[in-house]
Structures are given as structure tokens and as C-alpha cells.
């Protein structure tokens, strides 16, 4: 069975120790996977997310240390949501506020309390206070106690001209429907998913475009279950949408197909398949530098030149 929703969210960041550190140790969220930008080898790719690296609650980011900062506008990623009990927004509160993270009071939103804040590269991130989530599984890194940890993704808010045609390729392609709005923002729910099954849709049209950088989301992959599923979400997009995806690419842990859907937003479809424990043990996910084959008889080379995490 099909589970829509989100698969995977990718950032830009800046330094990689500084991203390491916030994300691992403030966050708690559980380093899943080093290895690095297959197109840039001498970059790193880090993936952040639950204790099995389970599709919906992936973090990953692409570091560089002298990156200019990005600019938010149209055709970009406003907001990256987690998931967290509601019990536990009184806990993150008082820890952004000990660990000097940048953050609003909570507001409703949709009828639900969130906690906004900022990374140390100004990338836009919230908090959700979900009843019922503390049944859902947990990283325990130690710092954040199991009962307050994050649960994965809530959604994404996107940052669109119009919202009807991201919400056409959402409804069509993707499985998501509308229900409800609230000033000026449309949200789609994905059926049957707890994480990453919000997509909201905050049309700010003559806003500036978005200018990719440190703190900016490069995309937004979502969820087919097996290469199959994919297939037949690009003939969707070519034959109802007149829209050209890439070919497919392997990248270990999935295949990705990308297209810019028509807000400007780049898009991926990912398979759930192999996943990220066809390398590692699930108890060493993340323990290791994890290089495509193509890339391994430039081990020592790349590791002479990646920016240390430690």
C-alpha cells in the first residue's frame, strides 16, 4: 500500500560541525547517515532523523562553510515542522531559550500550538504540539529525554505565487487533500500518515524569488513506495501536467526523480527502498562515511578534504 506524504527534506547549511551540533545535540535528532553530495564529493550530505531513519522524518543538509546566506521568497520552503508531544512544549521553550536559539512566543495555528525558531543559518524550523504523538517512536540521544523528543515531520509551509497549481500537483500526483485555510494559507493533509502529511500553501504573489543559500531548503522529496509507485507519479506529471522530470538517480538509500512544480518549489519523488540500513547495522547508523562506489578508490582523497565534524 501507498503511504503519501513527505519522504525527506534537504537544506543548505553552513559550517557542518556547527549543523552536527545543533541538530544531534540541541535538537536530539539522530545523526542517520554521513556520507556525502554525490555531485560534490568534497561536501558533506548529512542526514538527521529518528532511531531507524524512517522515511518522514529525514533532515538533510549539504554544508559549506563560506556559503552566503540564502533569501526567502516565492518558490521556496518558508517553514520545516516537527512533530512533538504536547506535554513536552513547555520542555523546548525553556531549552531553546538555554541554548540561545532565536524562537517566537507560541501561537495557534490550524488549531494547533507551534513553537517557531531559527538554526544558526536563519533556516526557518517549528515545533508542533501533537496530541497523542508521545506513542510515537523516538531517538533517545541522551540529552533530550525520550517523553519530549521529536517525532518526525509535521509538514512544510511553502511559499508560493498562486496556491491552486502546487495544490493541483499535491491532490493529483502526490495524494494530498485540501482541508482547511486560515489567512491566506491553504493546507493539504496526505490520508493515512502521521509523518510529513502537512503541506501548507502561503501564496505571496509579487513577493521576491527565493535566493538559495545558508539557511535555505533546496527541496521537498515525497514518498513512493517502490519504483513502480514513481513511474507512475512522473507519467502523472507528464501526461496531466505537461511537466519534464528528471531521469531517474540512485542514490543508495533511494531513487530520486526531481521537477520544479509549477510554484517554483523543487520537487523530488523518492522510493522508501533500500532504505538507509542496506550499509549499516540500524544500531551504527551514522557511525561511519558511507561513499558511493563510484567514489570509493577516492576514500583517502575525500576524507583528506572534508571539513572535520569533531
Known amino acids: 500500500m501507498q503511504i503519501n ?3 525527506h527534506v534537504t537544506a543548505i547549511a553552513g559550517p557542518a560541525r556547527r549543523n552536527l551540533d545543533f541538530y544531534s545535540r540541541v535538537l536530539g535528532l539522530r545523526l542517520v547517515k554521513k556520507t556525502v553530495n554525490f555531485d560534490d564529493p568534497t561536501t558533506w550530505h548529512l542526514y538527521f532523523g529518528d532511531a531507524e531513519g524512517n522515511p518522514g522524518t529525514i533532515l538533510t543538509f549539504f554544508p559549506w562553510d563560506h556559503v552566503a546566506p540564502g533569501r526567502l521568497g516565492v518558490g521556496e520552503t518558508e517553514v ?8 513536552a512544549l513547555g520542555y523546548w521553550t525553556h531549552r531553546l531559550v538555554a541554548h540561545g536559539v532565536v524562537h517566537d512566543v507560541p501561537q495557534k495555528r490550524f488549531g494547533e500550538t507551534v513553537l517557531a525558531f531559527r538554526d544558526p543559518d536563519g533556516m526557518r524550523l517549528a515545533l508542533v504540539a501533537v496530541p497523542g504523538s508521545e506513542d510515537e517512536p523516538a531517538w533517545d540521544n541522551g540529552e533530550v529525554p525520550v517523553e519530549a523528543a521529536i517525532r518526525g515531520f509535521h509538514g512544510v509551509t511553502l511559499l508560493v505565487d ?14 494530498f487533500a485540501e482541508i482547511a485555510r486560515e489567512g491566506g494559507v491553504v493546507r493539504m493533509q496526505a490520508a493515512g500518515t502521521a509523518h510529513g502529511g502537512i503541506v501548507d500553501l502561503r501564496a505571496a504573489g509579487g513577493f521576491l524569488p527565493a535566493r538559495m543559500g545558508a539557511g535555505s531548503v533546496h527541496h521537498v ?11 507512475r507519479m512522473v507519467k502523472t ?25 509549477p510554484g517554483g518549489v523543487l520537487f523530488e519523488i523518492a522510493t522508501d527502498a533500500p532504505g538507509f540500513a542496506i550499509d549499516e547495522a540500524p544500531e551504527s547508523l551514522g557511525s561511519a562515511l558511507k561513499l558511493p562506489a563510484r567514489y570509493e578508490k577516492r576514500r583517502g582523497e575525500i576524507e583528506a578534504v572534508l571539513p572535520a565534524l569533531a
Not at 80 to 87: E, K, N, Q
Not at 162 to 175: Q, Y
Not at 221 to 231: I, K
Open 221 to 231: 522529496a515525497f514518498r513512493a513506495a517502490d519504483d513502480a509507485e514513481q513511474a
Open 237 to 261: 506529471l507528464v501526461e496531466k501536467f505537461g511537466l519534464r522530470p528528471t531521469e531517474q538517480r540512485d542514490r543508495n538509500y533511494f531513487r530520486s526523480v526531481y521537477f520544479r512544480e
Open 5 to 7: 506524504g513527505i519522504h
Open 162 to 175: 498562486k496556491a491552486e497549481p502546487t495544490a493541483a500537483i499535491l491532490a493529483d500526483v502526490f495524494g
Open 80 to 87: 520545516t515542522a516537527f512533530r512533538i508531544p504536547a506535554a
